[in-house]
């Protein structure tokens, strides 16, 4: 079974600038979640996809969006783009709530 | 808000020693602990502790949840240069996936 794959691996934008993230969830799951990851302030929740409906939302500036697909598949958007937007951005399915979430390698976002 | 909090930051050990790593957390709304390692980008699953004082074992890896005490640990036996990593524990709520991380401990171990 494929895992969780986020495209593109790695993105150098300047500031101003919007991005789009993609991420393909493992086969049957439902769920995906967004996360950020910077060596400050560690992991933190963006939102979570459950059957196309946002189903919860994390303290993250409205320039944070996503949307999900009626496949699962699910796309996080950033506009006008800050220098602290420079983190890993991960992506975790999972069947269901409650269930363990499976993450995938992440895209890497510089913003210069 | 939701905290986690894990201890220590980072830790040294070297090879065939037992470390133990603590994760203590305040919730409104708990349903489950669960232990990743991140060794490059993507965390992998380790446990997922539901009942208190159920140990979940995995080889060398053991993790016991305290519910009363609102903690977790995660033991590593005979520890191994591919164990060092962060270790990231993180607390899930009643409704939906949204994951509140600890700050992780980073694990290096010496040959």
């Known amino acids: 079974k494929a895992g969780v794959t986020q495209t593109p691996r790695y993105l150098i934008k300047t500031r101003g600038q919007q991005v789009t993230l993609s991420c393909s969830p493992i086969?049957?799951?439902?769920?995906v979640s967004w996360y950020q990851q910077t060596p400050g302030q560690g992991l933190q929740f963006l939102f979570e996809?459950?059957?196309?409906?946002?189903?919860n939302k994390g303290n993250f500036p409205g320039r944070f969006s996503g949307r999900q697909f009626s496949n699962s598949r699910s796309e996080m958007n950033v506009s006008t783009l800050e220098l602290g937007d420079s983190a890993l951005y991960l992506c975790?399915?999972?069947?269901?709530?409650?269930?363990?979430?499976?993450f995938g390698s992440g895209t890497q976002l510089s913003v210069l | 808000e939701d905290k986690v909090v894990q201890s220590p930051l980072s830790l040294v050990v070297h090879e065939g020693d037992t470390v133990t790593l603590n994760c203590s957390y305040e919730?409104?709304?708990?349903?489950?602990l669960l232990w990743y390692k991140q060794e490059k980008k993507a965390p992998t699953f380790l446990f997922m502790l539901?009942?208190?004082?159920i140990e979940k074992k995995s080889g060398r890896l053991s993790s016991i949840l305290d519910k009363k005490e609102l903690s977790s640990i995660l033991n590593i036996t005979a520890t191994q240069t591919g164990d060092s990593a962060i270790y990231l524990c993180?607390?899930?709520?009643?409704?939906?996936?949204?994951?509140?991380f600890g700050g992780g401990t980073r694990l290096m171990v010496k040959p």
């Open positions: 975790a399915s999972s069947p269901a709530a409650n269930e363990k979430l499976f």
């Open positions: 086969s049957g799951h439902r769920s």
């Open positions: 996809y459950f059957s196309e409906t946002q189903r």
């Open positions: 919730v409104t709304n708990f349903r489950s």
């Open positions: 539901t009942s208190s004082g």
């Open positions: 993180a607390v899930i709520p009643n409704a939906g996936n949204m994951l509140t």
